[in-house]
C-alpha cells in the first residue's frame, strides 16, 4: 500500500478494508463515483505490477 499515492490509499482503505461502496466512498472523499472507480481500478493496477514475478529477460551479448 505504501507504493500508491495518498487519495488511492484512502480509496482502497475505505473500500476494501471499512467495507463501503463505490458511491459511499464517493460520499465520504466528496468526488464523483466514477473517480472512486477509477481510482481503484488505478491503484489495483500498482499493487497488481507490485506483486508481479520480476520477469528474467535474456543477454543478448
Known amino acids: 500500500m505504501s507504493r500508491l499515492p495518498r487519495r488511492q490509499r ?3 482503505a475505505l473500500h476494501y478494508l471499512n467495507g ?3 458511491a459511499e466512498v464517493a460520499r465520504v472523499l ?5 473517480t472512486v ?3 481503484l481500478h488505478d491503484a ?3 499493487l497488481r ?3 508481479a514475478e520480476p520477469t528474467v529477460t535474456e543477454d543478448r551479448a
Do not use: K, Q
Request: charged content about 20%; glycine content about 10%.
Open 30 to 34: 466528496g468526488v464523483a463515483p466514477g
Open 37 to 39: 472507480a477509477r481510482t
Open 10 to 12: 484512502e480509496v482502497v
Open 44 to 46: 489495483r493496477a500498482v
Open 20 to 22: 463501503l461502496t463505490e
Open 49 to 51: 505490477a507490485a506483486f
